[in-house]
């Protein structure tokens, strides 16, 4: 069967292709970049989950053969109430070609407070993350997440687990129809 995935960052492609692996579901992938439909730097859940949606609607309505498709978002979270109030967040969406709509969240971390104010100015994460590590395309490999958790666990293994989600329900909701 064909998936379709709505990002060309290899940081969540590849977790998507390694949770199709994982439980075994044989499908060969086709990645498309497509709008995310929110703003570049999401800063609530809803707006990120809303992204993440979008970007698997699009993706599925690129690609006629695709029984799902699957859209990542990464956003951040700020909560002046909060206790620890600058978060990194992530959710994901699977969208069916019967038209079900799945999502799950991911892990968040906080980030450091000196985050904020460049973040509520509109500057995006991945730029700050580049500053914070003078290295280039953090969100393409282990993300805020592999450098906040000392590598602990990469933003791939992340997206992997959110992915694993998503197709969870998917099969679940299936098995259903049987
Ligand atoms: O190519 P796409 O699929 O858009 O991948 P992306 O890395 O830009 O990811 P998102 O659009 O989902 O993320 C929204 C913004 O948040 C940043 N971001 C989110 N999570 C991040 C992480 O773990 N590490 C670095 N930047 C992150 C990202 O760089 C964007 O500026
Ligand atoms: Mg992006």
């Known amino acids: 069967m064909k998936v379709v995935i709505g990002s060309n960052n290899p940081a969540k492609y590849n977790a998507i292709e390694q949770a199709l692996v994982g439980l075994s579901i044989e499908a060969s992938t086709v990645r498309v970049d497509v709008d995310s439909g929110v703003s570049n730097q999401p ?5 990120t989950v809303r992204g993440a949606l979008q970007r698997a609607r699009n993706a599925l309505y690129e690609c006629d053969e695709a029984v799902f498709a699957i859209g990542l978002e990464g956003g951040v979270v700020i909560d002046d109430t909060a206790t620890h109030n600058v978060m990194v967040c992530n959710w994901g969406a699977l969208v069916d070609k019967e038209g079900n709509e799945f999502i799950a969240g ?73």
């Open 43 to 47: 800063l609530s859940d809803d707006e």
């Open 106 to 178: 991911g892990a968040r971390i906080p980030l450091p407070e000196a985050f904020r104010g460049p973040l509520s100015k509109g500057i995006e994460l991945g730029e700050l993350m580049e500053e914070y590590c003078q290295r280039k395309d953090i969100r393409k490999h282990e993300g805020a997440v592999g450098i906040f958790s000392g590598g602990a666990i990469t933003r791939t293994q992340m997206f992997e687990h959110v992915c694993r989600l998503l197709v969870g329900q998917w099969i679940h909701k299936n098995k259903q129809a049987l």
